[in-house]
């Protein structure tokens, strides 16, 4: 029987290679892993329990205020890296100012706390998605430039999927793994070691009700899509469709329109997280010119073309 290592286990064990390490990372990567349980809890139950589905603002059955799962999710985040105490302050996409923990800690966090969440009334995989930047600015409280930094400053990003199981993976910089949650015994143990992305895949995901919308390179790429039989899976929910191409291979787009040039998707805590992870992983992310990771951000929300996967489809696709 093979080894089981947990994640707590491989994050200390990987901790050595940050030189100098003082373990806040690690203390902070042991916060999100807390929250993803308690999340992934609550995901798995949101069909049972009123109190947890739906639109914010109505009363559940205790006459509460009833609390949508991805501002649960949201506060819930922000409440363990508050007390956690190495983050400073958070971006979060529930949001629309900085969150401030006035705690001088070094990092900021930007996170989009439930993706997909729309899809939770019908019981399809959503996920969690997060960055760690080290903080740049001087001051007594964080800046937005310290939100500001392009994508390849990041020192860690990671993705939790609430789906058949509950995965957190992550990567620091030093290779991408994945932890399965064990709920037998409340544990995440590493079931993905050293991801890597196919570099050709035979699976595109868009969504091709806005097929009409797309400039012509982007139509002639998904036709060709078609002519070399390749498989549409496209199911709504960004980090479960970006998960099963990471293990799989394929590619991943959300295009610009002439309506919506920049898509639909977030720069600071959808693209660059999962552009981080892709590449680490051996694929690549653009926004249909440029990498991901090099775009200079100018605010908090701003969204960006996301074209994401194996290496071969990406390059393909940016040249369309
Ligand atoms: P559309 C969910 O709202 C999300 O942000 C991603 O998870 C998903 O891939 C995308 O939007 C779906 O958007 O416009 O295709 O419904």
Do not use: W
Request: aromatic fraction near 8%; proline fraction near 4%.
């Amino acid at each position: 029987m093979s080894e089981i290592k947990t994640l707590s286990e491989f994050i200390v064990e990987r901790q050595g290679e940050f030189p100098g390490a003082t373990g806040d990372l690690s203390q902070l990567l042991t916060a999100f892993r807390l929250a993803a349980k308690i999340v992934s809890r609550e995901a798995n139950k949101a069909g049972l329990l009123a109190d947890i589905l739906g639109a914010a603002g109505n009363e559940n059955v205790q006459g509460e205020q009833q609390q949508k799962l991805d501002v649960y999710a949201n506060d819930l985040f922000i409440r363990m890296m508050r007390t956690q105490g190495a983050v400073c302050a958070v971006a979060s996409e529930e949001n629309d100012d900085i969150v401030h923990f006035d705690n001088g800690g070094k990092y900021v966090v930007t996170m989009d706390p439930l993706d997909g969440s729309s899809n939770i009334d019908v019981n399809v995989s959503i996920g969690t998605i997060f960055s760690i930047y080290p903080r740049v600015s001087t001051g007594p409280k964080a800046t937005l430039e310290d939100f500001l930094q392009p994508g390849s400053k990041q020192i860690a990003a990671g993705y939790i999927v609430y789906g058949s199981s509950t995965m957190l993976v992550y990567s620091t910089g030093h290779g991408v793994n994945g932890f399965t949650l064990d709920s037998s015994i409340g544990t995440f143990c590493l079931s993905h070691p050293q991801m890597t992305t196919p570099a050709e895949g035979t699976i595109y995901s868009v969504n091709e009700g806005n097929y009409l919308d797309f400039s012509d390179g982007v139509r002639s790429y998904i036709d060709d899509c078609k002519k070399k039989r390749m498989s549409a899976r496209y199911i709504g929910s960004l980090v479960a469709d970006f998960h099963r191409n990471l293990l799989k291979g394929g590619i991943y787009m959300y295009p610009g329109t002439a309506k919506a040039p920049n898509g639909k998707l977030r720069l600071l805590y959808e693209a660059n997280p999962l552009a981080m992870l892709v590449e680490q992983a051996g694929g690549t992310a653009t926004d249909g010119t440029r990498r991901i990771l090099d775009l200079k951000p100018t605010e908090l929300h701003q969204r960006c073309p996301l074209y994401i996967g194996s290496k071969n489809m990406v390059a393909a696709a940016t040249k369309s």
